[in-house]
Structures are given as C-alpha cells and as structure tokens.
C-alpha cells in the first residue's frame, strides 16, 4: 500500500487549536533580536571556520529527490498516515515556534521518515528519530519571550527508546550501528529558530548574499601576536548524498542537474529492514593515502605542530582593538549555526522563521563553504511534508555515511590515545625549566602569581577540540586603565587547553598560563572560568570580591590562589584565573552511585580549620557539597566556588554550615547548605 502523505487542512473547521496557541487578543510587539555570536567562535580553528557562502538553488529538488527515491523503493510498506490535525496560533516568539515546529510538521517528518528508513511492514508508526530540545548551551536564553532559540534538533533514538517490535526486525549488526549512530553523533542537525518579526525575515532573506568581509569582521583582532598553529581534529564530508550525486562536486563552481529519479533502491538499507552489511575495510595503504590527501588540502600554516622556543625577544608589543559595531545581523546568526555545526559535527543547518519562511543550508566540510538553499514560503510552498521527510531521510543518511568512514578509519588505525608531540615536548621543557632555574612546582606558582600580579593584559587562546585561536583575545584586568599597546612585560597568556565543566559563573577551563621572566617563558597549570551573561559576570564579579575580601583578612591556606580578574575588550565576557587545586570529593567517590561522601580524620580536620577561617573573616560559604571542595594528591585541601558566598552573617549561621561541613565529611547525606 502507497504510504499516504497528508498536506496540512487549509479548512479552519477541519483544525483543531492546541492549549500553547497564543491566548487572549492582545497584540504583544516582538522580542528584539540580539546577536548570538559567542566568545568560542571568534576562535574556531583555519581549518574549521566559515570561508565562503554560495547559493544553492537545487537543494530543494535534491531533497525532494532522495524523498522520492526512497519513498519509491518500499510501496510495499503498509503504513498509512491518519488525518488529524493539530494547527497552532501565530507564534509570538521562537520557543513558540519551535513548539508549533514540534507539534506539527516534525511530528509528520521524523514518522514517515521513520517508517520509510526502517522498512517497517507494521501498521503502527515507529519512530526511530526525534526532533527535540537537545541541550541547553550555556549562552542561549531559553524563555518564552525570545527571537531567537538554537538547542532544538534532530537526534537518533536509543535502542532502549524504541519499541520491542522494532528491535525484533533488526538484525545485530543493525543494532549496533544504531547505537553507535545515537552516541557518536548525539545531535543530527540543528534548527535556528526565530520569531516572526520583520527584522528577522530580513535577516533570514540576506543569508544567501553575505560575503567574506561580513565573515572576518568577526575574528578576534589583537594585533602583534599570532598564535602558534596546530591542527585541531578534521571530519570527512560523507561520499554520498541521499540524492544521489558524489560530495566532490558540490566545491565545484557548476553543481550537477538534479534528474527526477524515482523506484530506485535505497543504500543505506535493505528490503527486510536491515541496514546493508558494511563494505570491506580499507587497506592500512590506502588510509594512509586519504590522511595525506587531506594534509595536502590544509592550509599550509596547519601542517606546522611545533614552535621554536619562546625567548624575551619573540614577545612582541601588542596593540589590542577597540570594540567594534555588529555589522551585519545575518552573519552573525551564520557564523553562529556554523559554528554549533563544527563543534556537534552536523551537516544540515535548518533557518526557520516563525511559520512563515525557512532556508536550508548544507556544510561542506572540505571547501569550508554553506551552501543556502532558496528562501521557502511556508504558506505556499507546494508540498512542504514531502520537503521535510526529504530533509529527515537526507540527514540520517548523511550522519550514517558519516558513522561508517569513522568506523572504517577506527579500526584501520591502531587504538590508543597518545600525547601529540607538542604537548609532551612542553612537558618536558616544563620539567627542565623548573629544573634549571632551580625551582620547586610551588615556587614556581608563586613566583609566577608576583609576577602576573603586575601584569594588567591577559591574551587567551583556545587550544582544544576544534579550537585553535588564529588570534589571541584581550582580556584587560578588571580596574585597571587601558592602553592601546602593552610591552612584552605587561602582558601574559593564557591557553585554554580543554573544557572541565560549567555552573552559575560561566564555563570552567583546563588552561597554563605563560609569562615571560628574565629571558625565561615560565608555565603554569590553572584554571580558567569564563562569563557570558550579565548573570554569569555578575556573579563572577561577586566571587572575585569575596577571594579579595578573604585575601584583606589573611586568608590565603585553603582557598584557591587567584591571578585576577579579566575583561574581554571586544565582547562582554569575563575571565577568572585561578590556580589548580586538585579534584573534588565527589570526582574521587570509588563507588559513582553513592550520594555520600567520606574522609579520613586528618582531611576533615583540615577542612574544618579551613572553614572557621574562612568564618573568622566574616565570610560564610553558602554553597558547601562534595564538588566543591578539593583534595590534591598530597592531601592539601581546598574549598572553592565563592559565587553564592555572603559576607557578615550571623554566628548561627555559620555555626550550622560548620556542622553541616562535618556531617557531609562523616558520611551524612547532603543537602542544602543555605537552611
């Protein structure tokens, strides 16, 4: 039986209203729009950030295409769509919209695609995908009132979301590529959602027409100091496409005609329901062959791993910018989904307007080029449910293709982790450095702390995953005066060098910092929490006062040693730089399960001294669990996280969270430290 594909009732009579449908008949003015670009794009690697924009006027025929091809290959499916109808009210903001998305058009789509992926011969409709809030990132508001929501995509179901009568018509192989499919690549594709507003049509109408001034108006831009480049992780582009024509032709200036292209098997499954058995793994020869083909396609300046030694003269005079005008709105919004798209590893990048108009976009790796597929009416778009499925079946089959390269490279390549050979030749050079000037690591952190002390520029690279600062940013320490240029003396680094985790103050970061003393670059480890929104600074602001509070009142043993506070100049985050500690009690728990922590008599009595200090100073913590209080490997303890501190409390205060203190360390089940 052909699988019915309903348009939406155009018949008011035949819709029916649902509960979250704007209320009342008062006409609310749209949210502004804001631009949503981040402190971490500035900082994507050569090798990852956006170069080029190109129209793409047959990407619609493309995906309509892999919908017919597919779709034709199993009419024996007897599966038919039912004919009820859910129709919102005009969204009056994007969470609006994404919830009249969800309801909607995606309900349809992730079905049908679904069904037509998995070859299901049931009447019931399985739902393999689903397109949903996939995570909150730390610099997205998500309220009801907002012109701008980008966490909602489309992921792949766990085999433990799927129903029994799934599974039962997979074979093992299927299975597991499945679930390998769902952890691998958790978000599929991601959707910039906006509210309907005349300032956001335009923006959605321009997409296609930004040129590459609009793209590097948006790179950091200190001047006298490039940082040194390594080559971050690259991902392939898929071989094929669900439409059919080789991915190598889409950096070529003339893209193949689109010929309609119906019945035709599909490749990523067979006919009983299974996807197809994985082709003969490459030869080690030729995967070798691949990666220096790739190598030849970087940039030059990627192919370099190492520097030479850092000496007094090779710390030039640095001129830090001003803070510029945002100059296009669309390109911001771009570089921001391109961005979310590098660091998820997606392909598909879908603008959506209201109810009233969407784009499609393509990223293409190799050429590091989007392709923007025609600006889509929604009211009058022919066929718009056939689009979508297109679109769901042309993602999974993208992110399939993808799964199985990755594969097919992991087990070509020997297993392993190693240390790539700048890092372990820092390690080294750390180790001898130390060594050299006669220091011992503790020494050093305080010999490095006097002289940071006097140095009011911190320039900040990311080094990690696809970051890897063309540019270092200026951050200017919080109170001091700037400058337009800093000596080579004024100024210190800082290289981010991974993620640890994020809370009320921003992101946490793995990072050392660099100064340069007496012809000698001296390395520290330390940690780097970074702010974004005016809650995140504010509250940093309110941490960093409390270290000041505690250092004025002799405070020093057991709480972190802090190296200041810092202003981005050319957007509004703020960095706190803190040395490292050790890990917290609830990382070095041995049993994961547990809600309970313990310690021996000689670390709890060193916390408790640290805490009655800390109370002697008028200081009471107000935020006291397990993640926030530390142990090194020497035993050295340490509290941190003063984000939720107050200061003057009463006696009776802080006599209840020196007791609570204890009863957490002996094993008492935690709770909130603010009773």
């Known amino acids: ?68 091809r597919i779709r034709g290959s199993c009419r024996h499916a007897d599966a038919t769509l039912s004919r009820s109808e859910v129709r919102l009210g005009k969204p009056h903001d994007a969470y609006a919209a994404a919830m009249a998305y969800q309801a909607t058009e995606a309900q349809h789509a992730m079905r049908l695609a679904s069904s037509l992926l998995l070859r299901s011969k049931s009447p019931a409709w399985f739902v393999s995908i689903s397109w949903e809030q996939l995570n909150r990132s730390q610099w ?142 490459r030869s080690q020869q030729h995967l070798r062959q691949s990666m220096s083909d790739l190598d030849q396609r970087l940039p030059p300046a990627l192919n370099i791993v190492t520097s030479p030694s850092l000496t007094l003269n090779s710390w030039p005079n640095i001129i830090i910018p001003r803070r510029a005008a945002v100059k296009s709105m669309g390109s911001a919004f771009l570089l921001r989904a391109w961005a979310r798209a590098v660091e998820h590893d997606t392909t598909f990048i879908i603008f959506r307007c209201g109810d009233n108009f969407e784009r499609i976009a393509f990223r293409h790796r190799a050429s590091q080029t989007l392709y923007i597929s025609d600006l889509i009416n929604l009211s009058s778009y022919p066929s718009y449910r056939h689009l979508q499925t297109g679109l769901y079946l042309s993602i999974v089959h993208d992110a399939f293709e993808r799964f199985i390269q990755r594969k097919r490279s992991e087990e070509s390549v020997s297993q392993g982790t190693r240390n790539s050979p700048g890092e372990s030749s820092r390690r080294r050079y750390n180790t001898r450095l130390a060594a050299s000037i006669g220091m011992k690591e503790a020494q050093l952190s305080k010999c490095i702390k006097n002289h940071a002390d006097d140095r009011s520029l911190a320039l900040l690279e990311m080094h990690y995953d696809v970051y890897n600062s063309p540019v270092p940013a200026s951050f200017v320490r919080a109170g001091t005066k700037r400058k337009r240029s800093y000596g080579a003396d004024e100024y210190f680094k800082l290289i981010l060098t991974s993620e640890i985790g994020s809370g009320a103050t921003g992101v946490v970061h793995d990072a050392h910092l660099e100064v340069q003393v007496g012809g000698h670059t001296l390395r520290i480890g330390v940690v780097v929490k970074l702010a974004f929104t005016p809650e995140e600074v504010e509250s940093m602001r309110h941490e960093f006062s409390v270290y000041e509070h505690l250092a004025l009142r002799g405070v020093q043993e057991g709480i972190p040693l802090v190296f200041g506070l810092f202003e981005d100049v050319e957007t509004n985050a703020m960095a706190l730089v803190m040395n490292h500690v050790g890990r917290s009690l609830w990382d070095l728990r041995t049993d994961l399960d547990a809600i309970q922590v313990k310690v021996s008599s000689s670390v709890r009595d060193a916390y408790l001294m640290i805490l009655s200090n800390i109370h002697k100073a008028g200081v009471r913590h107000c935020d006291l669990r397990p993640e926030n209080l530390m142990l090194a490997d020497d035993e050295t303890v340490t509290i941190i996280d003063f984000d939720q501190a107050t200061i003057n409390t009463s006696t009776a205060a802080k006599k209840r969270e020196a007791n609570l203190l204890r009863d957490l360390l002996e094993g008492g089940i935690l709770y909130d430290s603010r009773r």
Not at 2 to 21: K, L, N, Q
Not at 37 to 62: G, I
Request: glycine share 2%; proline share 9%; hydrophobic share 40%.
């Open 140 to 281: 997205s508001i998500i309220e009801r009132n907002t012109a701008f929501i980008e966490d909602f995509g489309l992921r792949m179901k766990d085999l433990m979301e799927l129903e029994n009568r799934m599974l039962d018509k997979m074979d093992e192989e299927s299975r597991a590529i499945l679930h390998g499919m769902k952890h691998r690549l958790p978000a599929l594709a991601f959707w910039e959602i906006f509210c309907m507003s005349s300032e956001t049509e335009a923006v959605l109408k321009g997409l296609h027409v930004l040129s590459s001034d609009h793209l590097d108006h948006y790179k950091c831009r200190t001047k006298g100091c490039i940082s040194a480049p390594t080559v971050p992780p690259f991902h392939l582009d898929a071989t094929t496409t669900a439409w059919e024509f080789p991915i190598s032709s889409m950096s070529s200036a003339v893209v193949p005609k689109i010929k309609p292209c119906d019945n035709v098997k599909s490749d990523l499954f067979a006919s009983n329901g299974t996807f197809k058995r994985l082709p003969e793994l």
């Open 1 to 68: 039986m052909d699988i019915d594909v309903c348009e939406p009732p155009h018949s008011p009579a035949a819709a029916v209203r649902h509960p979250s449908s704007n209320r009342g008949t008062k006409r609310l003015c749209p949210p502004t729009l804001i631009p949503p670009l981040t402190f971490y794009d500035r900082h994507l690697a050569e090798n990852h950030r956006l170069k080029k924009v190109e129209p793409f006027p047959q990407l619609l025929a493309c995906i309509h295409q892999a919908e017919a």
